[in-house]
């Protein structure tokens, strides 16, 4: 009798356990509460506008955003960088910002150059504040949810993201898998706040730029991805930075393609930048939450690592013209840009004569030149 016993007893503690995995569950010494610790500072309200030193150039970038964050932890320890920018008395400082939309927002006032995605950066336009000077990195956009969902399954459920491009390419998911985008209640929240709302079940699916979403199915097993997007992002700088200093926006994007080099060398150097990114974000992080450094490798290598010159963006009739059109559109259908704003206006602001000139020009940009600090004291927002 006692043997019987046992076995149902394992019998029961096995779907126990294999149900709590499938719901997220974790046990209390592993789960973590709120992913991020400081929501606040990660979301961007410390980008405020602040007196700030002469020569000083503000650099935001999103520390989760996968392969972006290894590009940006390679160029902040680029001493080439560091000493041309340091001719004309300028150096950089370095704001980790996990919504795009906020970046968006600060430029003419607290950003110089940042990284965006397509709908951001026309909101960065359509407003006169900046110009598109390169391709920064070809990345993912998932949607996340319970294992055993479809995309099919998220009609009349609620899904979290964040307004612009997550709300433009869950659309075009939805839309491609046949499903009305009406029937599905989308919420409007800053990413920290979007993941926490989703371990805690009061959303029924996740829509982000990875690596978000795979640190929340990292932290929690029961989440699965449902769908994949893919998403550019780009680096924009300001007017004034672009108008009356190019030849700073050249160092940077020479940086830019020294970094892409550098990675392509060997995995050493990608594992490198992927462990940097990691440290980067367990100090945005809450206790007991897990980076798994695989998931960089995954994310990142087959991505825009291994093309060299994806910065320097196309013209007249390029796909590039292309994507930024259907972005236009979209941002117009929903007063991201001002009413009277023409795509003519928009396109010229898509500056591909920077990079251009910097790859022509290897030797007088250094592009061959390695010099990277691997310990670097910065200045700046860490």
């Known amino acids: 009798m006692r043997p019987a016993i046992a076995v149902l007893a394992g019998l029961i503690f096995s779907g126990l356990s294999l149900f709590l995995y499938f719901v997220g569950f974790q046990p209390a010494s592993r789960r973590p509460g709120d992913l991020f610790r400081l929501k606040s500072r990660i979301e961007g309200s410390h980008i405020s506008p602040a007196p700030r030193s002469k020569g000083t150039i503000r650099f935001a970038y999103n520390p989760f955003l996968v392969p972006s964050s290894l590009y940006v932890e390679v160029m902040r320890r680029d001493r080439l960088l560091s000493r041309q920018l340091a001719k004309s008395g300028n150096y950089m400082e370095w704001y980790p910002v996990l919504s795009d939309l906020i970046v968006a927002e600060q430029y003419d006032r607290s950003v110089d150059i940042g990284v965006l995605n397509g709908v951001d950066a026309i909101r960065v336009l359509g407003q006169g504040r900046g110009y598109v000077v390169s391709r920064f990195q070809i990345g993912v956009f998932s949607i996340i949810s319970r294992r055993g969902r479809t995309l099919e399954n998220l009609s009349h459920r609620s899904i979290g993201l964040e307004s612009g491009s997550g709300e433009f390419l869950v659309e075009r998911g939805l839309t491609r898998a046949g499903i009305d ?163 003519a206006a928009i396109s010229a602001r898509l500056s591909c004569q920077l990079a251009s000139e910097v790859l022509e020009n290897p030797e007088d940009n250094n592009l061959g030149g390695r010099d990277y600090d691997v310990s670097p004291a910065q200045r700046g927002v860490q």
């Open 181 to 343: 985008p009406n029937s599905v209640e989308m919420n409007f929240h800053g990413p920290a706040s979007l993941s926490n709302l989703l371990v805690r079940g009061k959303l029924d699916a996740l829509g982000a730029m990875e690596g978000l979403p795979t640190l929340v199915m990292t932290n929690f097993p029961g989440f699965a991805t449902i769908t994949n997007l893919e998403i550019n992002h780009y680096l924009v700088a300001e007017s004034d930075l672009r108008e009356k200093n190019p030849d700073l926006v050249k160092a940077i994007l020479a940086a830019q393609i020294r970094c892409h080099s550098w990675l392509r060398i060997n995995r050493k150097n990608l594992r490198q930048a992927s462990e940097w990114a990691r440290q980067r974000q367990y100090e945005h992080l809450s206790a007991n939450v897990v980076v798994g450094i695989s998931d960089y490798d995954r994310l990142a290598s087959p991505r825009s690592i291994h093309l060299p010159s994806f910065v320097q963006m196309k013209q007249d009739g390029s796909r590039d013209q292309d994507e930024f059109k259907e972005r236009f559109d979209f941002a117009v259908s929903r007063k991201i840009v001002p009413p009277n704003t023409s795509w």
